[in-house]
């Protein structure tokens, strides 16, 4: 059964008419027209649908849309622009880390919320709150200097 459903997405009200069950990602895809976040797995294993949902970091591929109505949805063009990036996006050119880019969206905005939250985090809570996501180009090291980088820039 279809519903009107009205999401903030980086600071935007958008209206659409779906099934209130249907995937956030499918939403913010389909509907609203985002590149970012990606589809990885479809079993929120691999991180790259996470958005940020009132602050904090959700797998979009299976938080259902209505969860988000009356919610602020922040995906990775909500936290920088090329002009203004976010000291993360920044961190990533800096440190050379993107090869495919693909699993960019899921670290890049795990991290923000990590580091929003973890000024100064020791190398051990950085590799910790990152677990969860994979990258299968292997940049897991550059991944790591890059979000060291960002959080002596955010600190």
């Known amino acids: 059964m279809s519903e009107k459903i009205t999401l903030d997405v980086n600071g935007k009200t958008h209206v659409i008419d779906t099934d209130p069950e249907m995937p956030l990602l499918y939403a913010l895809r389909n509907d609203i027209g985002l590149n970012n976040p990606h589809f990885g797995c479809g079993l ?3 991180g790259a649908c996470t958005v940020h949902l009132d602050g904090q970091p959700v797998r979009s591929c299976i938080t259902p849309v ?8 922040v995906t990775l063009a909500g936290i920088g622009t090329p002009e203004k990036p976010h000291p993360l996006q920044a961190a990533y050119v800096e440190e050379e880390v993107p090869q495919c880019g693909y699993c960019i969206n899921g670290w890049i905005m795990t991290a923000a919320a990590f580091l929003r939250d973890n000024k100064k985090p020791s190398e051990a809570q950085i590799k910790d709150a990152l677990s969860g996501l ?3 180009c292997g940049t897991h ?5 890059a979000v060291k980088r960002a959080a002596v820039m955010m600190g």
């Open 141 to 145: 090291v550059s991944i790591l200097r």
């Open 66 to 73: 209505s969860m988000a109505a009356g919610a602020k949805v």
């Open 134 to 136: 994979k990258c299968r």
């Open 44 to 46: 929120a294993q691999c």
